[in-house]
């Protein structure tokens, strides 16, 4: 289903109820944070099982707020949903606490990379193994995929993650979450303060883990270009709401996507300035 071309009221789409081929389903939610502010309006979107999904928008868009209510760290922040449901793996999952949704499958990895920079890499990555209770064997073997998948991690396996570079500690944070065996990660902006050849790299590497391994992947991401470029679906959010969304190609080709997530308008590459001044007017919010 392909809603790119309709309009803000069209987007806002009555729930849709999960489906075998969904392992993921945020059906209708709001987020309240201390009890006043209203950040999340009745977000609704799903996951298909084995899938890339791509959630994209501007920063404060509220990307993140929904990656952080579907693995249940809003309340670190004194945040809650307040309405509606998510659905993990055919169960609501929003009273879990995060531990327990990771040994169900589901975890994030945060904006911002988050190693342990007093630990080394290979510590840092049997950290995400904590959880699990399948024994030494397993989680060795595990280890092992892991330096497959990120041959710089094992090159760099006794080094102190603070004192690696911003494209390891990525692929540190993205190992660790793999050490986890998940079912589905949710990936907050793995691109941010990279170079482009490295998040290409980090992509190309998502991609292989979501085909050889079947890991499902809800991105949340700035950079629309590549995001799309990579997943199959996609949501676009703005001001706490989806607001549109669509199959990647088709809204890789969508006019109002291409001018305000792209920079590309019908006339080639816009400048800072036409974009800035929003010289067309974004059809979803007429």
């Not at 709001?30 to 994209?56: C, F, M, Q, T, W």
């Not at 929904?66 to 309405?83: D, F, P």
Request: aromatic share 6%; net charge neutral.
């Amino acid at each position: 289903m392909s809603a790119a071309s309709t309009g803000l009221a069209e987007a806002k789409k009555s729930e849709q109820p999960q489906t075998a081929e969904d392992i993921l389903s945020v059906n209708n939610i709001e987020v309240i944070y201390d009890h006043v502010v209203l950040v999340l309006k009745g977000v609704s979107l799903n996951v298909p099982r084995g899938g890339i999904v791509a959630l994209l928008g501007a920063n404060g868009a509220g990307k993140t707020t929904t990656l952080k209510a579907i693995s249940n760290l809003l309340q670190a922040e004194r945040g809650e949903v307040t309405k509606g449901n998510i659905i993990f793996n055919d169960e609501q999952v929003q009273a879990l606490s995060p531990n327990e949704l990771v040994r169900r499958g589901c975890i994030q990895v945060m904006e911002g990379r988050h190693c342990f920079g007093h630990l080394s890499i290979e510590d840092n990555l049997l950290t995400g193994a904590y959880t699990r209770r399948d024994g030494a064997a397993a989680v060795k073997r595990d280890l092992e995929m892991v330096y497959d998948y990120f041959p710089r991690l094992r090159e760099r396996r006794t080094s102190q993650a603070g004192y690696t570079s911003g494209g390891e500690q990525q692929m540190c944070a993205v190992g660790r979450a793999l050490m986890s065996r998940p079912e589905m990660i949710l990936l907050d902006e793995p691109s941010m303060g990279l170079a482009p050849q490295l998040v290409e790299e980090i992509f190309e590497i998502v991609k292989k883990l979501n085909k050889n391994e079947g890991v499902s992947f809800l991105l949340a991401e700035q950079n629309t270009n590549v995001a799309l470029k990579y997943a199959t679906y996609g949501y676009i959010m703005e001001a706490g709401r989806i607001v549109m969304d669509g199959e990647a190609a088709a809204l890789r080709e969508n006019e109002d996507v291409k001018e305000f997530y792209l920079g590309v308008g019908g006339e080639g590459r816009k400048s800072f300035r036409d974009v800035k001044h929003y010289k067309r007017r974004k059809r979803w919010l007429a």
